[in-house]
């Protein structure tokens, strides 16, 4: 005969300190259990000191021989459990599950089998149920699905009083064993969510919690702050923002999208993650769920409507994100809100404006109002009034974003059906649902213990100190995550620097982001374009410097000035590394996002003077915040000490020389060299001037110099490329005066062919600044073979050999630096040969300069930062998480948003 198949072993652990009174009734209510299954019941004496408690458990032991006994030295809840675990795992290694089980409470006959049969068939990490107690009467409900998000963000809603399965032990979860916390049980759950396990709730079972009016569940309370903090020290992955956005993704989406002529809804949070599909019964269903019984249904608190053209037009223009940042933000100041997309080449940008009642708000791409608004429209009977959004005139209060990138100017394909009539048409069938009669009952019978499934990204926000979150969970190609910030994005040297620093981050293998900090556009420049994978804005609440506190006599900001901080934390929390390149406003924050994880990194490129040159400017606030950098990023050696000189450290420095804003292909490449190396014999020497006419770059030095040359006789042809600040009075324009003495003045250019044109033309790159960093102009110059003529302030003299590659003219006062510029001119226009001879030097510099070396020892340092890893869930039913592709790519097939 064949042996009847073994039975599966539960383990009940069972801790004990202080309850040798109660623990007979535990143990006689867990052999009263009836189940299938086979029983070993595991008791951790955690070192009770009374007699008592030994007799009792002899006794027990002897007649019960399912019954094991440990003693041992007092070590804390924590400790105890642990001591059973590991029993366990070494006495009873068939075990399949454990059930903790405290001295002092009870467990039902049929709740083992229920729990352990359920565990069996959800395929999660422990089951759990609610909780009911006596002696001190209270009961909660602790929702119909399980919720990491809640677990993490809210409060500890599973009981030890679980039933747990053994694979989470053998992946090495458990107990804390430090005394001072006082939710080890908590913390134990975090723990398990970490290693990739979710919780499944049961409602056919329950145990007996005995409530006093004091024990340690009190106790705990009282230092919840404390033991919060705890928490958050522990699991620091836990509580990161793509880790967090990732659990409201699957559990509580923020963002229900109609796409107009579809009949359904996405419901997502991150829109570069597969979303969920909602038909529109479904929403009706959902929506009055959430209203009685809010606790367990789920409806997104903002709701979107466009077509799916528009959605994947979005998705090209890496600002998806950052929109629905601005959507939520506008959703606090107008009732509803409108998107209307531009098609511009040289651009990117975002307006918004906010419309009165009564206003016409014109044709949309995207319609988007908050879910509170319908609930109220709805409940105060305002059909109509919601309605007119569909007309001429809309009564309620509207915002209009105005979003601007380059996209195909192939007309795009549209839905019949306007965003407005999408939102107008679910609002109506959620209003005349039968549904709506009975939403006021909640069918639960056990009171409400969770916060409102739709409100969660309220605490969210909380949670991270931001609002609002930026919608980006985890990719699932564990890239990094890079934030470069800047304060403007046009097309001035630091910035290039930031846009190169991007491009070298993202071929290392970083998702990177840009942040525009303090305006609402970029200017598109061909070289940089896609260095970036998402583009961020945030333009109102962020000043550009400080005011009252002052570092070294500079201005500096600190927490206390009144900004948009939680736009910010919002935005920025969560990345793998921050490069903050001279956006003030940052530096407050980057103690925090470094004590959550991020590599923090501040990146400096001048000095300024003021107009009696005293040293000011970034420098001076940054190295008041030096504490909460990681490492410092300079343009030159000089600055570089500098800084050492306000005490950072030198280890904390990288010094990056900059190279040129722009490459030239092979074929301009070679035309230049051939035509430097033959040189114009015959000619009038011609000269250069590329940037402000203003007094920083010596505007004034240049037209003296260009006036001497002209009463010298010495026979020149200049061109003055760049724009001034007008004054009203004309006689005082740059440009006016250098007309006058047959400069021809042009505009500012900014794409990389115009700027080579240039340069390429002329002989001589003439810069008499007062003050520079480290200027790409000259990299720019020299690899077109441009001889640089330049005045040594800054870190000039780092991208410049004087008789080898440029022309230094000593930092002197302004008539000694005029009268040597003129003396140079003169010279190489008699000689040549020499110019040719430093043109060809030049050719030679730019050959060696690379950003990939530039940036090299920093990218290998940021080589040793770890991605943040994702918590996958073990669970069958987990959503899968973001993949490498693109956004577009995510949203252009169905059920995808």
Not at 559 to 582: M, T, Y
Request: hydrophobic share 45%; charged share 25%; proline share 5%.
């Amino acid at each position: 005969m064949r042996e009847a198949p073994q039975q599966d072993l539960i383990a009940i652990a069972m801790p004990l300190y202080g309850h040798a009174a109660l623990v007979l009734e535990a143990l006689e209510s867990a052999l009263a259990s009836v189940t299938d299954c086979r029983l070993a019941i595991v008791v951790s004496v955690d070192g009770d000191p009374r007699h008592e408690v030994f007799d009792q458990l002899v006794f027990q032991a002897a007649a019960h021989p399912e019954i094991r006994v440990i003693f041992a030295e007092n070590a804390g809840p924590g400790g105890a459990r642990n001591r059973a675990i590991d029993y366990i795992l070494e006495e009873l290694p068939e075990a399949k599950a454990v059930y903790f089980l405290d001295a002092d409470n009870r467990v039902l006959p049929h709740t083992i089998e229920t729990l352990y049969r359920r565990l069996q068939t959800s395929g999660a990490g422990w089951v759990y149920t609610n909780i009911d107690t006596f002696s001190v009467n209270w009961r909660a409900h602790y929702g119909n699905r399980y919720s990491r998000l809640i677990h993490c963000i809210s409060d500890n809603i599973c009981d030890t009083g679980s039933m747990i399965s053994i694979d989470v032990f053998r992946r090495g979860v458990r107990f804390d064993d430090d005394r001072q916390n006082g939710f080890e049980d908590w913390e134990f759950w975090l723990s398990a969510i970490e290693a990739g396990f979710v919780g499944e709730p049961c409602h056919d079972a329950a145990f007996e919690y005995r409530l006093r009016a004091e024990g340690r569940f009190k106790e705990a309370n009282r230092e919840r702050s404390t033991s919060v903090s705890f928490l958050r020290r522990q699991h620091k992955a836990l509580f990161r923002r793509p880790t967090l956005v990732g659990f409201e993704h699957q559990e509580a989406p923020r963002y229900a999208l109609i796409r107009t002529g579809e009949g359904a809804l996405d419901i997502f949070t991150d829109p570069t993650q597969p979303a969920g599909a909602m038909a529109i019964d479904d929403a009706v269903r959902a929506f009055w769920g959430s209203v009685g019984e809010p606790d367990n249904f789920h409806f997104p608190p903002f709701l979107a409507a466009c077509n799916s053209e528009t959605l994947k037009l979005l998705a090209r223009s890496r600002l998806l994100p950052n929109i629905l940042c601005h959507l939520e933000k506008l959703a606090e100041k107008a009732n509803v809100v409108f998107v209307e997309l531009g098609n511009v080449e040289s651009e990117r940008r975002i307006d918004w404006e906010v419309l009165p009642s009564g206003a016409r708000p014109g044709a949309a791409d995207l319609a988007f109002v908050s879910t509170g608004l319908i609930r109220n429209v709805i409940e105060n009977s305002a059909i109509d009034w919601f309605s007119s959004i569909g007309g001429e005139q809309a009564w309620p209060t509207t915002a209009r974003l105005k979003v601007r990138f380059p996209f195909p100017k192939a007309r795009q394909r549209r839905s019949l059906v306007r965003p407005e009539q999408a939102l107008l048409n679910l609002v109506s069938a959620i209003a005349t649902s039968p549904l709506r009669k009975t939403a006021a009952t909640r069918w639960t019978w056990r009171p409400r213990r969770l916060p409102s499934l739709s409100e969660l990204y309220k605490v969210l926000r909380t949670e991270l100190g931001g609002a609002p979150v930026l919608p980006l969970a985890h990719n699932a190609a564990k890239r990094r995550t890079a934030a470069v910030l800047v304060p403007n994005a046009s097309f001035g040297g630091a910035e290039k620097v930031a846009y190169a620093a991007g491009r070298e981050l993202k071929r290392d293998g970083f998702e990177t982001h840009l942040f525009v900090l303090g305006a609402g556009r970029m200017d598109v420049l061909d070289e940089f374009d896609q260095s970036f994978d998402y583009v961020h804005f945030w333009k109102d609440g962020i000043p550009a410097w400080g005011e009252t506190n002052h570092f070294l006599g500079q201005d500096f900001i600190t927490e206390e000035h009144p900004l948009d901080w939680a736009g910010l934390r919002g935005l920025l929390s969560g990345f793998d590394l921050i490069v903050n390149n001279h956006v003030m406003a940052a530096h407050p924050l980057m103690a925090k996002f470094r004590s959550e994880g991020t590599r923090t990194a501040c990146y400096l490129h001048v000095v300024d003077e003021t107009a009696l040159r005293r040293p000011a400017g970034q420098p001076y606030a940054a190295i008041a915040f030096e504490h909460s950098y990681d490492a410092f990023l300079t343009c030159s050696e000089q600055l570089k000490s500098y800084l050492h000189s306000f005490g950072v450290p030198f280890g904390k420095i990288f010094a990056v020389p900059n190279g040129p804003g722009f490459s030239i292909d092979a074929k301009m490449q070679a035309q230049v060299t051939e035509a430097r190396k033959a040189g114009r014999a015959e000619g009038p020497l011609r000269l250069l001037y590329m940037g402000r006419l203003d007094r920083q770059k010596g505007i004034d030095r240049l037209h003296s110099t260009l006036g001497q040359l002209k009463e010298r006789g010495i026979a020149y042809e200049a061109r003055a490329v760049g724009g001034e600040i007008l004054s009203d009075d004309p006689s005082s324009s740059w440009m006016a005066r250098l007309r006058n003495i047959g400069v021809q003045v042009s505009p500012p250019v900014f794409a990389a062919k115009d700027i080579a044109a240039h340069l390429a033309w002329a002989d001589i790159l003439v810069m008499p600044s007062r003050w520079e960093g480290a200027p790409l102009m000259i990299a720019e110059a020299q690899q077109l073979g441009c001889v640089p003529m330049a005045t040594a302030v800054g870190a000039v003299d780092e991208l410049v050999i004087p008789s080898q590659d440029g022309i230094l003219i000593g930092n002197a006062t302004d008539a000694q630096i005029v009268a040597e510029m003129v003396r140079a001119i003169a010279a190489l226009a008699r000689d040549r040969a020499a110019l040719t001879r430093l043109a060809e030097g030049s050719l030679a510099t730019a050959a060696q300069r690379s950003w990939s070396a530039s940036f090299a020892d920093f990218i290998a340092w940021n080589r040793g930062v770890a991605p943040a890893a994702a918590i996958l869930s073990n669970a069958a039913t987990a959503a899968p998480e973001r993949d490498g592709t693109t956004a577009e790519a995510g949203l252009s097939v169905r059920a995808v948003a």
